[in-house]
Structures are given as structure tokens and as C-alpha cells.
């Protein structure tokens, strides 16, 4: 069974970090490209940031460049997403998603929503002081 659960949401200050975890199950990221989307009630899910099936390739919001830093672990079945420098508007219910391909380890990415396959239920992110 294909499953993605995300972790490592939680309240923290302006100015914190929290790193985010998307455990995945069922398939091996070796095929999939993996994104982090964000929601807050009354609007529409929008991209963060992605990473190739390969790794070499990553994309970000502009809202987050310079602050987040998305990665994988192969060994691990794992990505991550490390967001410093947190602001208010970073609050949000963060999803990641899977792209699954034919390709391994190919360099293809996406922060189109209709790109993705599978998705976690999301983790709550809450940056207020």
C-alpha cells in the first residue's frame, strides 16, 4: 500500500525552524519526485518546494527561498524539509506529495499540484509569538 505520513509539525516563534519529515511507504523514492505543498483554510493549496527523483534537482517558492531547504535519504525512504527563519505566514497545514515515474533516479520535478499522485494527510505548522 502506497502511504506518505508527514511529521515534525508543531507551534514555534518567529525566527524558529522546524524540519519536517514525509515517511514513505509502499514505493521506493528512487522513482519518485516529492513535493511539500502548504493550505490555510479559505484558500488553495500551494507549492513549497520539490526534489527530483534523483536529488540534483530542486525547486522552491519564492516566499521560502533562502529559508527552507528541502532533501531525501534514500536509505531512509525519506524527505525533508528544514524551514529556518519561520514567519507568521508560514502557518499553514503542510502536505508532502509523490510523483511516481518510470525513470530512475530521473531529474524531472514539478510544483504543479496535478503533477502528484499520492499524498500525506498533513502536518500542522502554527508560527506565532
Known amino acids: 500500500q502506497l502511504q506518505l505520513v508527514e511529521s515534525g509539525g508543531g507551534f514555534v516563534q518567529p525566527g524558529g525552524s522546524l524540519r519536517l519529515s514525509c515517511a514513505v511507504s509502499?514505493?521506493?523514492?528512487?522513482?519518485?519526485?516529492v513535493g511539500w505543498f502548504r493550505q490555510v483554510p479559505g484558500k488553495e493549496r500551494e507549492g513549497v518546494s520539490c526534489?527530483?527523483?534523483?536529488?540534483?534537482?530542486?525547486n522552491y517558492a519564492d516566499s521560502v527561498k533562502g529559508r527552507f531547504t528541502i532533501s531525501r535519504d534514500y536509505a531512509k525512504n525519506t524527505v525533508y524539509l528544514q524551514m529556518n527563519s519561520l514567519k507568521p505566514e508560514d502557518t499553514a497545514v503542510y502536505y508532502c506529495?509523490?510523483?511516481?515515474?518510470?525513470?530512475?533516479?530521473?531529474?524531472?520535478?514539478?510544483?504543479?499540484?496535478?503533477?502528484?499522485?499520492?499524498w500525506g494527510q498533513g502536518t500542522q505548522v502554527t508560527v506565532s509569538s
Open positions: 526534489i527530483s527523483s534523483s536529488g540534483s534537482s530542486t
Open positions: 509502499g514505493f521506493t523514492l528512487d522513482y519518485a519526485a
Open positions: 506529495a509523490a510523483d511516481l515515474g518510470p525513470d530512475y533516479r530521473s531529474d524531472r520535478f514539478s510544483l504543479a499540484l496535478n503533477e502528484y499522485d499520492y
